[in-house]
Nanobody, 129 residues
Framework: QLQLAESGGGSVQAGGALTLSCLVTGWILDYYPIAWFRQAPGKEREAVSCIRSVDGPKYYADFVKGRFTISRDNAAKTVYLQMNNLEPEDTAVYYC??????????????????????WGQGTQVTVSP
């Protein structure tokens, strides 16, 4: 069973940068796409980015395109989210997630919450004006 743990959150001023990490254990990471979601108070959890198990198009929500970059290091069992030019609207708890099964790269076409069965506990990102 997969276990995921996020780290790297914190507080920055607008225009700053943070890199989030998602450590994935319990199974070989190579076979899983991994997504990042975020949830602000009073709002729905929304997909931010997604990276496939096999090299291919990465998913980025429109509101982060050009600012965020997702990457993975399977040997390190880690998926990263580099966040640049942060805005106050980026303030949220950020979660990484894995789908219910391997070989499901299609979830990165447009990630939705029900497709993902394994979640981390989240890491807080706060961006001040």
């Amino acid at each position: 069973q997969l276990q995921l743990a996020e780290s790297g959150g914190g507080s920055v001023q607008a225009g700053g940068a943070l890199t989030l990490s998602c450590l994935v254990t319990g199974w070989i990471l190579d076979y899983y796409p991994i997504a990042w979601f975020r949830q602000a108070p009073g709002k729905e959890r929304e997909a931010v980015s997604c990276i496939r198990s096999v090299d291919g198009p990465k998913y980025y929500a429109d509101f982060v395109k050009g600012r965020f970059t997702i990457s993975r290091d399977n040997a390190a069992k880690t998926v990263y989210l580099q966040m640049n030019n942060l805005e106050p609207e980026d303030t949220a708890v950020y979660y990484c997630a894995a789908p219910h099964a391997t070989y499901t790269d299609y979830v990165c076409d447009g990630p939705t919450r029900p497709e993902f069965g394994s979640w981390g506990q989240g890491t807080q990102v706060t961006v001040s004006p």
